[in-house]
Each structure stands twice: as C-alpha cells, then as structure tokens.
C-alpha cells in the first residue's frame, strides 16, 4: 500500500482553501457527491499536481443483511478509475433495509457477533470481487451498543481481516467516541486489531453533550482525540493521515493549524506515489466454514434485527428488547436532525418557501415522524414537498404556489389535485387508526 501522507476531506465549501494548503498530500472525497464525467475543476487541479485523490463511499451499506447492490459497487468502482485513485474505502456499518424498505441516512453499528460477523465477510468478498482496487473499511462512531454481542470491537475487526484481508481505515475519533458512549476503550482495541492491514487513519473533531460524545466534524479536533492518535503512533507508522471536516468550516489559516497538529503528533511523512492497479490486499487466513456462502436463515436473523432496530429509529415502533432506550431516543432525534439539515442542502429553496430556517424544521420534523425515509434524500426532498401540498401547505396562498412550481419542476408531474389531496388525507388518518 503506497504511502500517503497527511491529507484533507475535500468538500465543495473549501474547494479553494483546500488547493491554496501548503504541504497537502492528498484529499478524500465523498464518492457519491462526484460524477465520474463532471469531476469538479479543483479535483482536476489537485490531480494535475500530483495530490492523490481517495473516494469515501457513505451508501453501500456493506454490513447490511443484503448482499451488496451491484450498481452501487460500480459506481464506487467507477470513481476510483475516475480520480485515480489506489483504493476506495467504505464502512462498517448498515444504512438500509430492504424488509421493511427503511433508510437511516447515517451509518449505524452492526452487531458484534458471529452471525453478522459471516455476512460481512461474505459481503466484503463479495464487494472486493469487484472493485477495480483494493478496499479499506472504517470504524463507526456509534450511540447504541447491541445486546447479547459475542465479540469485541478488536475482535472482532480481527477476525475481519483475517477472513478476507480487507484493509482497514481507523478513525481514532470514533474510538474517542465509543470510549464516551459506549465504554469501550481505545487502547485495547489498537492492541488487538492487525495494525500491518493499516490503509490510512481519520482524525476528526466532536463535542460532548450530557455525557454523550457526538462526532460532528464541525468543531476542532481536541486533544483527547489527538491522543488516541498519539497512542496509535506509538503502535504503527500510518501511511496516511487525514482531518475530516464537514460542517462549520474554519478559515484557512485554522484548517492549516490542525493540520499541522495532526503532523505533528503522526509523525508521517509526504506520500511517496498513488499507483492504480489492483493491489494485493493483506493475506486472509480460511477459517472452517469459511468457504461456503452464507445461508440464508443466517442473513434473515441479522435482517430481523438490523430492522428492528432502524423501524424503533425512524418509524416509532417499539424499542427492540435489550437496547438502552435513553440511547435509541437520542439517536433516533438525531437521524431526524440530520435528515432536515441534509433536505435543507441540498433543497435551500424549502427553507424560504417555509418562512425560514426555524418553520421548515419544525414542518420537516413534523412530518419525518410520520414518513421515514424510503429513498435517497433527494427523494426525501420531493416527498417532503408533496406531503405540504396534499395537507394544503402552507397556508399562505403565495408561499403555496412557489411551493407547487418547485414540487412541478423537480418531480416532472403535476401536482395532486384537491380531490386527491383529500383521499390521501383520509387514507392517512385511516392508517393511523389502524
């Protein structure tokens, strides 16, 4: 694995602070927000000089119960021919599915146990197969720890390795992070993982709130944080260090600051190389059993439960048995304000339309905790949208009819009729009673 230095997420807020960093190895771009033919002109800019550019995929959903969508794993595939790139990474994490049809729109922990454990790996093969180079896999930060789990986080990332020899992408925040939320600690888990499988580390800030640790990548990556990573250093000379940032930004001479810090503490030099062949990935050792497919009562237990779990999060159903229910409403509340702020993003015109900032969250609010989302946020947008005009939204007249010509020119139809306004209304109290 070519080394890579000290790097920055690139995002279109800091495109130009981004290529004016002194000393920049390389960036990470979220690999949904690229086109493989439209690349942005300072992604372009940034290649021409020789900074690698590395795809961040945030949708595939490897560790759901569902193999992998072929056509999400070509369009990862695509981006990494696209930039260049010497791997994609992805993470450890479910975000979807597919019985009921719900989506999280955030990254959420697998359980730590042998059942998932078989699908995952399963998945990750499925996956490197292919990908046209390698693939490193991120912990997660998480609110909520599964009951009855069989493994370890070292464990069980351990055994990950092992079986498919998949690299690893360490996030010494979210290690902060779980120490705080879930009272696992950072050090026993950089003692037991295969460091040598190593791909590259993120360091990102957060803030603590009534003793829960959010990692929001919108603050300033603080000192706690910065030890994990000295802690880290100690153990393994990381071929790649990157600070994640993806909200709040700084001025450049800040941004340039942490970056600073961060080399400091990692002591890692200026990347040496990208190459863009297929790599060997990191030796796998077969354990027994580990040849066959996964069956499919095996893919069905972690489905029930993955769904459990997301249905209490986004659909108000009752809280799975042995969960923390402090801790699932936490964060169920913020996968709703996430939802609202990433409509609000890539929507900026509801916001007005709404009467601003503080009517279109209690409006958006309001209607999440009836409707989880089913699709992308884009479609969340649309339906959001149509949801205000069937229940004849707003009420003023004007706010209406911008309202309408926004919902029309997006959704390419016409919009619901009064008659059909009504027969949704009363389908939807019907439901309700139910």
Not at 44 to 59: A, D, F, I, M, N
Not at 101 to 111: I, Q
Not at 366 to 395: S, V
């Amino acid at each position: 694995m070519a080394r890579l230095g000290v790097g920055i997420g690139w995002r279109p807020e800091i495109a130009g602070v981004v290529e004016r960093l002194e000393g920049l190895d390389w960036v990470e771009v979220v690999a949904e927000n690229v086109c493989p033919g439209h690349l942005p002109e300072s992604l372009l800019r940034l290649r021409e000089r020789g900074v690698t550019v590395v795809p961040h995929g945030v949708s595939l959903g490897i560790g759901g119960a569902d193999r992998p969508d072929a056509g999400k794993l070509a369009a990862l595939g695509e981006r990494a021919v696209a930039l260049g790139a010497p791997l994609v990474t992805e993470h450890i994490a479910f975000v979807r599915t597919s019985s009921p049809a719900l989506e999280a729109g955030h990254l959420l922990p697998v359980p730590r146990t042998r059942d998932a454990l078989d699908v995952l790996c399963e998945n990750v093969r499925i996956a490197q197969d292919a990908l046209p180079v390698p693939l490193a896999l991120e912990n997660i930060a998480a609110l909520v720890s599964w009951p009855g789990e069989e493994l370890s986080e070292g464990r069980f990332l351990t055994e990950l390795v092992e079986r498919t020899g998949v690299r690893l992408l360490i996030d010494v925040a979210n290690l902060h992070t779980n120490r705080v939320n879930r009272g696992e600690d950072p050090a026993a888990v950089l003692d037991a993982i295969p460091l040598e499988a190593l791909a590259y580390v993120h360091v990102a800030g957060g803030v603590e709130r009534d003793g829960v640790w959010h990692d929001t990548h919108a603050h300033p990556v603080p000192p706690v944080v910065l030890d994990v990573l000295a802690r880290l250093r100690e153990r393994v000379d990381p071929p790649g260090v990157l600070l994640e940032r993806d909200d709040a930004f700084p001025e450049g001479d800040e941004l340039a600051g942490e970056l600073e810090r961060i080399r400091a503490v990692a002591g890692t030099g200026t990347g040496t190389g990208t190459g863009t062949g297929k790599a060997a990935r990191t030796p796998a050792v077969v354990r027994d059993g580990d040849a066959g497919p996964v069956g499919e009562a095996v893919r069905t237990r972690v489905g029930l439960g993955q769904a459990a779990l997301l249905s209490a999060l986004v659909a108000g159903t009752p809280v799975p048995e042995g969960f923390d229910r402090q801790r699932v409403r936490i964060q169920a509340r913020a996968l709703a304000a996430k939802r609202a702020d990433v409509v609000a993003r890539i929507a900026p015109e509801l916001p007005g339309i709404l009467g601003g900032p503080e009517a279109y969250r209690a409006a958006f609010l309001a209607y999440a905790r009836r409707r989880p989302m089913t699709g992308g946020y884009r479609r969340d947008a649309l339906a959001f949208a149509e949801h205000l005009l069937i229940r004849d939204l707003p009420e003023d007249p004007a706010a209406r009819r911008r309202l309408t010509a926004w919902w029309r020119e997006r959704a390419g139809a016409r919009p619901p009729g009064r008659m059909v306004r009504w027969a949704r209304a009363l389908a939807g109290l019907t439901g309700r009673g139910r």
